[in-house]
């Protein structure tokens, strides 16, 4: 039986795509088969001669890049400590956090508790601030009335009723001044429409008064020639007013909203509307009735903010036929007490007695009708703005509501012209 040759162990110079597991393994079974001694001895110094010659490469290695392993270990000590003081770090935090953890848990109720009662405080807050608000609301309505600033005591009082009645309605400390701004609601509303009826029927007819007024104290009588006297006050007529009026009110009645409420068709109804939807009121003015067409609209637009439109139409249709046999009596009396006036005596030639006496009660007569009816034609002017004014809040709040017209107005002048109240005998005209 023929003997098994040894192993023998490749070239050194070869490379073979092996690991070094594989290679020491190698090396051991040539060790383990080796017949002699000798075999391993030469094996042995084979080994010691490679391995003292990688050592001495690997010293020269070590010495050609001493420097850049030197900075490559001080890179590496660096960036582990680094990392180092990281991890300690990253692993405070997780303590931290879940120590947070741990007390947010067990004082989950208690932050609960301060956050509800944070938001009570500042909701108390905000609510003690609209009471301050709402206990000054008294009297400066009382400074706007004085100065007859209506629009802002108007929208005052409303934000005040609303916020009384809404988030303070539960506030008992504040019943006396809920009682008050309703009290105050009622004057208001009883200002307003005193006011309205003030510019309707005597505003609207003062300077028709005051001019006759001026005729009779040039004149200082009123039993002059009834066609000199009939001349000064078609002349008074002329004033720019009075034309105004009577071209307003005697214009023709078509079915638009313009000419149904009396106003001139010439104007612009975008410019009207305009107008009124950019409704102001000026606090510095010394006079806020300067502009009465200004001031009713304003009167009207308070009336609307005070949800007060319906009555207030109601009332001015129910009062229309007193309000006018006002002025006829207020007229009636004016002109008797001019003529009450002591008279500048006459030149002798022109003065005649006989003449003069059955001429008293024809012009006196005559007088009041020409005065009374001017006063009426501005009235009526005025019922056609205050009109205008109540068809526009009603669109503009939606309010349901049935307005009186023009012809409604006239039919009220007409009775009231008819009337056998008219106090014209028990006067001593007739």
Known sequence: ????????????????????????????????????????????????KEYKRSDQRLDELVSAHDQDLTQVMQLFGKLSSRVTASREKIHAV????????MLLRCKRDEL?????????????????????????????????????????????????????????????????????????????????????????????????VALRRQ???????????????????????????????????????????????????ATNPSCVEETLGNLQEDLDATDPEANSEHFMAILIECLALLNKVPD??????????????????????????????PQQPQPAAHHDPAQTQPL?????????????FEQFRCVAAAHAVALRSFSFVADKYHIDVRLYEMPDVWSKVQAVVGSSSIPLSDCGMI
């Open 112 to 208: 609960k508790k301060l956050w509800l009662e944070g938001i009570e405080h500042k909701h108390v807050l905000h609510l003690l601030e609209k009471i301050d608000e709402l206990r000054e609301v008294p009297s400066q309505l009382t400074g706007y009335l004085a100065k007859k600033h209506y629009l802002h005591a108007t929208q005052q009082l409303v934000s005040a009723l609303s916020l009384g009645e809404g988030s303070l309605e539960g506030v008992e400390a504040l019943r006396e001044v809920r009682v008050e701004l309703q009290t105050k609601k009622q004057q208001l509303h009883t200002k307003l429409m005193q006011e309205l009826s003030h510019h309707l029927y005597v505003q609207s007819t003062q300077e028709i």
């Open 94 to 101: 997780k303590e931290n956090l879940h120590a947070c953890k």
């Open 215 to 265: 005729g009779s104290g040039r004149d200082n009588t009123l039993l002059n020639s009834p066609f000199q006297r009939a001349t000064e006050l078609r002349s008074s007529a002329r004033t720019p007013k009075a034309r105004r009026a009577l071209l307003d009110v005697l214009s023709p009645f078509p079915n638009t909203l313009s000419s149904r409420l009396g106003l001139n068709p």
């Open 312 to 341: 207030a139409v109601e009332a001015i249709k129910v009062e229309m036929q007193t309000e006018l046999l006002s002025i006829i009596s207020r007229t009636t009396q004016q002109i008797l007490d001019m003529s009450a006036l």
């Open 1 to 48: 039986m023929s003997a098994v040759p040894p192993p023998t162990k490749p070239p050194r110079g070869v490379k073979h795509p092996k690991e070094t597991s594989g290679l020491l393994m190698s090396v051991i079974r040539t060790l383990s088969a080796s017949e002699s001694n000798e075999q391993r001895d030469r094996e042995k110094a084979k080994l010691e």
């Open 360 to 372: 008293a009660r024809p012009v006196l007569l005559l007088e009041l009708l020409q005065t009374v």
